[in-house]
C-alpha cells in the first residue's frame, strides 16, 4: 500500500521560508515523478515543481528561482524548500508520486500540508 504524508507547512510572514516534505511508503518511490502541487481556495490545483527519477527538475514560472525541489532516495522523501514567499504562495500543498509499474500507469496523493503566508 502506497502513502504518501507530507508535512512542513504552517504560518509564514512575507519573505520567510518554509521547508515541506513528502514521505513515501511502498515500494515505488526511486522509479516515481515525485511532484509538488498546490490548489488555493476557489482555484484549480496547479503544479509547482517536479523531480524525476534522474533529478530532472521542472518548476512552475511563478516559483523559479525561489523554490527548490529535491529528493532523497535513501530516506524515499522529497522535500520542496520555498523562500522568498508571499501571499500568493498561500495554499494547501500536495505531494504526488507518478511513474508506471510495467506499463501500468500510477499516481498517488498525499493528504496536503496548509502553507499560509500572512503579516
Known amino acids: 500500500q502506497v502513502q504518501l504524508v507530507e508535512s512542513g507547512g504552517g504560518l509564514v510572514q512575507p519573505g520567510g521560508s518554509l521547508r515541506l516534505s513528502c514521505a513515501a511508503s511502498?515500494?515505488?518511490?526511486?522509479?516515481?515523478?515525485m511532484g509538488w502541487y498546490r490548489q488555493a481556495p476557489g482555484k484549480q490545483r496547479t503544479m509547482v515543481a517536479l523531480?524525476?527519477?534522474?533529478?530532472?527538475?521542472t518548476y512552475a514560472y511563478s516559483v523559479k528561482g525561489r523554490f527548490t525541489i529535491s529528493r532523497d532516495n535513501a530516506r524515499s522523501t522529497s522535500y520542496l524548500q520555498m523562500d522568498r514567499l508571499n501571499a500568493e504562495d498561500t495554499a494547501l500543498y500536495y505531494c504526488?508520486?507518478?511513474?508506471?509499474?510495467?506499463?501500468?500507469?500510477?499516481?498517488?496523493w498525499g493528504q496536503g500540508t496548509q502553507v499560509t503566508v500572512s503579516s
Open positions: 504526488n508520486a507518478a511513474g508506471r509499474t510495467g506499463t501500468t500507469p500510477y499516481s498517488y
Open positions: 511502498g515500494n515505488i518511490f526511486t522509479n516515481s515523478v
Open positions: 523531480i524525476s527519477a534522474s533529478n530532472g527538475t
